[in-house]
């Protein structure tokens, strides 16, 4: 008996005692590649030597002080060293718990600074089906994930979702030809119809996480979405928790197209997991504008903790020292090793993504792209393979109707050695092949 309230009730979970590298060791010494770092999490690896001390070090300064009262060096050096990196001109940065806070907080931004420009009547935001922001209420509303909604949907459905960028099944009727285009003009329309004097904020994940499996969306798709949103004085809000430091093999996922959003969110790889932390960050032009008006009503016990900070700080020259080249080389190498290993599997109907973050839809039907019935629990079938195997994969189902459809993910960190990163391709093969 556990007085824990499991994540997973519904299995034994092995208790983890060390990691190391790319590998977490359990009580009775299995070792598990971790081949989606947690989920898409450690993109540094374990154990890195620099961010421990680097924790440690915060620790022996000061432990808590209260971002009103206080600020630290701790989050002032990071603040100056990640604005430098950031896709937007003399960024602020909010530093916040994890994702879904960092969601929380762009949103309020956005909010913000509408009513500092006199604008109080935007307040919808918009969003994308399949598309995921975090489980706290706000971020949930944002989310267009059906099956993590679904208890909650008397609490959710102030915001509006569009299409996603979904190459594999895209709803543009005339797909591949003018897809880009297309989405705008869906954009475009929802903005227009609701009148663009109600519309804050449009959100959305440069390449979609896992609800979509790393779909990748057509090269002009974001200039398109980018015109669209400027053209309306809609914030636009590029969440990067899963996408952001390296992960896509840019520093941020934006940078592939070189968009600059108005806020930025942060999570996950901003400290590689090492400490809850992220962050939302403004670009100069919407902190002006917000710095002028009434004010910004917000804030939370953790924010603009010095520990995560420290952290983030150490994790930022650890990829500095190369390993966002990592993920791009790595990546482009591990998305082509799949597609051939799995080029003639019965059940995988795309291997996609952009540097190290990489998914598999699996599908019963090759031609039609039919999915998997959801009792045939194929995602979690293939997850159990690779566990038993010594892999760890990362999962999401439901995406085609709310209750089909079956994807895993790939997100290794960054330091996989060629080794390691053949172990991984030939252990996921056998774990997709071995269900069928
Ligand atoms: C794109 C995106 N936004 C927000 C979140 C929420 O982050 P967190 O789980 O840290 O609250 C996630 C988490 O998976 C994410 O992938």
């Known amino acids: ?89 003399d960024a602020r940065i909010y530093p916040v718990s994890g994702g879904s806070e960092a969601v929380e907080t762009a949103l309020k931004m956005a909010r913000a600074y509408h009513l500092a420009k006199d604008q109080g009547g935007r307040s919808i935001v918009i969003s994308r089906r399949n598309s995921y922001h975090g489980n706290s209420l706000g971020a949930l ?29 895209c709803e543009n009727p005339q797909h591949p030809h003018g897809c880009a285009a297309w989405h705008a003009a869906e954009l475009d329309k929802m903005i227009v119809s609701y009148g663009e004097d109600k519309v804050a904020a449009f959100i959305a994940e440069p390449v979609s996480g896992a609800t979509l499996g790393a779909a990748v969306p057509s090269d002009d798709y974001w200039s398109a979405i980018v015109e669209v949103c400027r053209s309306h004085d809609v914030v636009l809000i590029a969440d990067e928790v899963m996408t952001g430091f390296g992960r896509t093999g840019s520093w941020f996922g934006v940078d592939h197209w070189n968009v600059q959003p108005d806020i930025l969110t942060a999570g996950k790889g901003a400290t590689s997991g090492y400490v809850p932390f992220g962050f939302a960050a403004a670009s100069g032009r919407v902190y002006e504008v917000i710095a ?122 960054f330091s996989l050695s060629d080794d390691e990163a053949a172990t991984l391709l030939e252990r996921t093969s056998a774990a997709v092949r071995a269900v069928s």
């Open 292 to 413: 002028e008006g009434p004010g910004f009503v917000h804030g939370f016990t953790w924010s603009h903790n010095a520990l995560g900070a420290a952290a983030g700080l150490a994790v930022l020259r650890e990829l500095k020292a190369g390993l966002v080249d990592r993920s791009r080389e790595l990546g482009d190498r591990l998305l082509s090793g799949l597609r051939e290993e799995l080029q003639d599997a019965p059940t995988v109907g795309d291997v996609r993504g952009l540097g190290l973050m990489i998914g598999i839809e699996l599908v019963r039907d090759r031609e039609s792209h039919e999915p998997f019935p959801r009792s045939a629990a194929v995602a979690e079938r293939i997850l159990a393979a690779a566990r038993d195997a010594g892999l760890l994969l990362y999962s999401s189902t439901g995406h085609v109707d709310g209750a089909n459809g079956d994807i895993v993910m790939l997100g290794p960190p």
């Open 141 to 169: 509303d944002a989310s267009g994930k059906a099956p993590l909604r679904k208890p909650y949907t008397p609490w959710l459905g102030r915001f509006l979702h569009i299409s996603a960028a979904y190459e594999f099944r």
């Open 1 to 89: 008996m556990t007085h824990v309230f499991s994540r997973a009730p519904s299995r034994d979970l092995p208790t983890a005692v060390s990691a190391e590298g790319v590998w977490i060791t359990d009580a009775d010494g299995k070792k598990y590649l971790d081949g989606a770092g947690g989920a898409i999490v450690v993109n540094v690896g374990h154990g890195v030597a620099s961010v421990i001390d680097a924790i440690e070090e915060q620790l022996e300064r000061t432990q808590y002080v209260h971002p009103t009262a206080f600020t630290t060096e701790a989050v002032e050096r990071y603040a100056e060293e990640v604005a430098a990196i950031l896709p937007m001109e």
